[in-house]
């Protein structure tokens, strides 16, 4: 037999089996058919028949959730609809210019949080944020000091494992914040906000206290002469993982920042970056 097709057999096999059990329980009537008393990842046409009778059966009694992420069938299709999630919220300011991924209230992969301080898409399977973004101008500028109470997030959906500060300890990354605690400064609760640690990525020290540093620094440089930023950030790749492989370490940063000449005014400026999480970058200048 073909060995890539010897190795596909196997992972159906694998996710057949782990996504059937011995249940007792009475189905109630509006949910998607099985062909038995319980269900398995065969008996669906898409994730969101899985979904639906996972989140009617509290504690995964059909292991349709193999990795226990909250997302049933990961392997299965999705539905094909006319109609897209709910995206955005009217109006948010950090989305101004586009929800990039299309985050939503439906994908935990692809999970939309939208604070006060900034909004982001969170992936429950990775533990870290895909994407943040958020508005930056003088208004969000003032003397609070760095709280430092780095804390897991309450506002993530039930069944996404929460981020603790203890789960980087020991690992040699730092807690690195995406919406800076320095571009939340003109009040505690904004300033608190970052520190949830849906805002933070693991990051090698050189990258976070060094180039990152800076360039957050030349952010909050160009608002002190008058310009208003709009800013998204994130990590790409996967280098490792922490906290028994809750916590993925990004192979690489990202930023990109829209210079706006005023407040309310026009684009005049982008500036990309792309930047190793890794040891590499020590001593260099982050436009390099």
Same mark, same amino acid.
């Given at each position: 037999m073909n060995l890539k097709i010897l190795c596909a057999a196997l992972v159906f096999i694998l996710l057949s089996a782990s996504c059937s059990s011995d249940r007792v329980k009475t189905r109630p009537t509006n949910l998607p058919p099985c062909t038995k008393t319980d269900c398995n990842c065969s008996d669906f046409a898409s994730q969101e028949e899985a979904q639906a009778v996972l989140d009617a059966f509290p504690g995964n009694p059909d292991k349709l959730d193999g990795d226990g992420n909250g997302i049933a069938g990961e392997s299965l299709p999705r539905a094909k609809t006319t109609t897209q999630p709910k995206t955005i919220t009217s109006g948010n300011i950090h989305l101004k210019f586009g929800n990039p991924s299309?985050?939503?209230?439906?994908? *935990?992969?692809?999970?939309?949080?939208? %604070?006060?301080?900034?909004?982001?898409?969170?992936?429950?399977?990775?533990?870290?944020?895909?994407?943040?973004?958020?508005?930056l101008n003088k208004t969000w500028l003032g003397s609070v000091d760095r709280s430092n109470d780095f804390r897991p997030d309450?506002?993530?959906?039930?069944?996404?494992?929460?981020?603790?500060?203890?789960?980087?300890?020991?690992?040699?990354?730092?807690?690195?914040?995406?919406?800076?605690?320095?571009?939340?400064?003109?009040?505690?609760?904004?300033?608190?906000?970052? *520190? *949830?640690?849906?805002?933070? #990525?693991?990051?090698?020290?050189?990258?976070?206290?060094?180039?990152?540093?800076?360039?957050?620094?030349?952010?909050?440089?160009?608002? &002190?002469?008058?310009?208003?930023?709009?800013? #998204?950030?994130?990590?790409?790749?996967?280098?490792?993982?922490?906290?028994?492989?809750?916590?993925?370490?990004? %192979?690489?940063?990202?930023?990109?920042?829209?210079?706006? &000449?005023?407040?309310?005014?026009?684009?005049?400026?982008? #500036?990309? *970056?792309? #930047?190793?999480? @890794? @040891?590499?970058?020590?001593?260099?200048?982050?436009?390099?």
């Open positions: 299309q985050a939503n209230s439906k994908d *935990f992969n692809n999970y939309l949080m939208e %604070k006060p301080q900034y909004a982001l898409s969170y992936n429950c399977s990775q533990g870290i944020a895909n994407w943040v973004s958020w508005q309450p506002d993530l959906p039930p069944g996404c494992y929460a981020v603790t500060p203890n789960d980087y300890r020991g690992s040699g990354y730092d807690r690195g914040h995406m919406t800076p605690s320095g571009d939340r400064t003109s009040n505690k609760e904004d300033n608190s906000a970052t *520190f *949830f640690m849906t805002n933070m #990525i693991p990051q090698s020290p050189p990258n976070n206290r060094e180039v990152w540093r800076e360039l957050e620094e030349y952010s909050r440089e160009l608002v &002190d002469r008058g310009k208003e930023l709009y800013i #998204i950030a994130g990590g790409e790749g996967k280098q490792k993982a922490m906290a028994n492989g809750k916590l993925t370490v990004p %192979k690489y940063n990202w930023k990109v920042i829209l210079i706006l &000449d005023k407040p309310g005014g026009k684009v005049t400026e982008t #500036i990309g *970056f792309w #930047i190793p999480n @890794d @040891d590499s970058v020590a001593r260099t200048d982050w436009r390099d």
